[in-house]
Structure formats: C-alpha cells, structure tokens
C-alpha cells in the first residue's frame, strides 16, 4: 500500500506514542510532527494529537500527561476522522494512549494502518 491509497480517507487520525517515547515527550512531539509533515506534504489530510496538543501544553502550563484533559478531546476528533494511522516509532506497543485510539477505531470499524516512520511504508493493520 503507499500513501497515495490513504488519500481516500479525511482526515486521518496519526497515533504516536508519548508518555513511553523513550526519548521523552519533547522528541516525541517533534518525531509526530515530522511524520504528519511528510504526510501532509503527500496529500494526506492528517490529524495529530501530539502535534496539537503538546504546544498547547506546554505553552498553557497544562499537564501534557493528564488524560483526564486530552482523552475526551482525543476522543471528538477519533469520532471526526475515517481512519487511523499509526507509526511505528519505538514504543507504540507499549503506549496507553495508542492503545486507547486503536480500541476506539475498531469500535467504530473504521480502517487502521500502521506507517513506517522512516520509509513511510504503509500496511493494513493487523493485531
């Protein structure tokens, strides 16, 4: 599959992990963002949670890890977008956060990919 095939999808929800990002939240941010630039920058129309709301954090002095705040959010965009993409950075297996995404769009039976961070190689999900 190539990025072209998710062109059919709007907008697409990007998963990364956060809190269990080995290298810490801020490279996560960062790591999120070039992804959803790359995408973007292929026509994808892409949605970032970490993107959105890590700047929003910390500029805020909102606790970037209370979920409590960005899950109900996460949530209304989860609703808004017809399908998941998930990079494989280090630690999504591990990652709550994903976790949660990956169960609210199988729920809703809406399409999950997984992206390769670095060659952007795209695949049907499979647990």
Known sequence: MIIDD??????????????????????????????????????????????????IAMTGHIDPLDHT???????VMIARCDAMIIATLDGWRESHGVAHEIGQFIAANKPIFTIHPDTLTVAKYGR
């Open 6 to 55: 998710l062109k059919a999808y709007a907008p697409i929800y990007l998963a990364t992990p956060y809190t269990k990002y080995p290298q810490g939240i801020h490279i996560a941010y960062r790591d999120a963002a070039l992804i959803a630039a790359r995408l973007i920058m292929r026509g994808a129309n892409v949605y970032s949670p970490i993107v959105h709301s890590h700047p």
């Open 69 to 75: 705040i960005w899950l109900p959010f996460n949530d």
